[in-house]
């Protein structure tokens, strides 16, 4: 199973040293260069695994005059091979990288010594 975990700055042996979060995202310069600088999108991952990206809302005008289709396809391509996402839509906030529960940790994109020690995802308290 796929997740994206955020370290956690104040850890010891009995805590865990990652949290989880339901979405990271990725600015659109990595993907389309000038075209979709600063334009950001939201990541997240489907039951089966697979990255899904969607425009954020502030980006959506713009977003909207370009082949869409073609470009969230190419951002869902390109978050395969990335180890580090940003945990805040404008582009700042901790990283966050992906980690596959069933790949031994050399295999990962995020190369990680030790398996993790994963907090469960906050739940919501709405």
């Given amino acids: 199973m796929r997740r994206f975990i955020v370290p956690i700055d104040e850890t010891d042996e009995n805590n865990p040293d990652y949290y989880e979060v339901e979405a990271v995202y990725l600015n659109g310069y990595n ?20 990255f899904q990206a969607s425009v954020t809302p502030d980006c959506a005008e713009y977003f909207s005059n370009l082949n869409q289709e073609k470009w969230l396809r190419e951002i869902e391509a390109y978050c395969a091979d990335r180890d580090l996402f940003s945990t ?17 940790n050399d ?20």
Avoid: K
């Fill in 31 to 50: 993907v389309g260069d000038r075209l979709l600088e600063d334009v950001m999108f939201e990541i997240t991952l489907s039951v089966d695994g697979r």
């Fill in 88 to 104: 805040d839509p404008h582009d700042g906030g901790p990283d966050a990288v992906c980690w596959d529960d069933a790949l031994p």
């Fill in 107 to 126: 295999a990962q994109t995020f190369n990680c010594p030790l398996t993790p020690r994963i907090a469960p995802r906050p739940q919501s308290t709405l």
